[in-house]
């Protein structure tokens, strides 16, 4: 490489640069998906940076290379949850949503559910911006959740919004509270179903063909 001499090697040099940054910026990334699985199955003070760097197999010493703070990873791992979550959501059919939302897999596949449902009452208890983090995702599901066709202002786009943040505070509340409980205990399940079957027969004037409520549906990746 430096057999032509420094102006060979300064050649070099930018080539070397470009590929570290890039692991770099990969490396980070992969932390960032960890966290965000590691957090949701066991919340944020459940998970502490020396496992969660292991879980991703790096050292503890490079955690603040990456990152200046637990809680700038809370945020960056949040918002990385919630975007997934958008998009497998955007365009899908709102029964569609609830059915797979409401479903006993989701509600019990806490690391690679909603982030909003796995952490969202941790967050209250989080400094501003993982808050804000977690505010602008309620925005983005919000948006992923409206119809595609929908009215952009007026009477109209404020009923949609208003019916799609009903049906995103209901499922996540939902989750939240079947999770409250035990695992094998009843109303785990009856919470889910009674919900369910509610926002099902609420949606089923504006969803094309009506679905029947379905208790086993199994549900599409969330994140």
Do not use: W
């Not at 066991?42 to 637990?70: C, E, N």
């Not at 609420?202 to 029947?212: E, F, K, Q, R, V």
Request: glycine residues 8%; proline residues 6%; hydrophobic residues 50%.
């Amino acid at each position: 490489m430096y057999s032509e001499g420094f102006g060979s090697a300064s050649i070099h040099l930018p080539t070397t640069m470009k590929v570290t940054q890039a692991k770099a910026q990969a490396n980070r990334a992969h932390v960032v998906e960890t966290a965000s699985a590691l957090f949701r199955e066991r919340g944020y003070d459940g998970v502490g940076i020396a496992d969660l760097m292991a879980a991703a197999g790096f050292t503890h010493g490079g955690f603040y290379k990456q990152f200046r703070s637990k809680a700038d990873l809370m945020a960056a791992s949040a918002a990385c949850g919630i975007a997934q979550t958008a998009a497998l959501s955007a365009g899908v059919d709102p029964a569609v949503f609830a059915r797979h939302y409401l479903s006993r897999q989701h509600r019990d596949a806490r690391a690679a559910g909603c982030t909003m449902a796995a952490l969202g009452a941790d967050a209250a208890r989080q400094p501003e911006p993982v808050r804000a983090t977690f505010a602008a995702g309620i925005e983005q599901l919000l948006a992923a959740l409206a119809p595609a066709d929908g009215a952009t202002n007026g009477a109209d786009a404020d009923l949609r919004r208003a019916d799609a943040l009903d049906l995103l505070a209901h499922v996540v509340g939902a989750v939240v509270l079947s999770r409250a409980c035990p695992d094998d205990a009843p109303l785990a399940d009856e919470i889910l179903s009674v919900c369910r079957d509610r926002v099902l027969a609420a949606l089923a004037p504006a969803s094309t063909p009506p679905i029947a409520p379905a208790r086993d549906a199994a549900p599409p990746a969330t994140a």
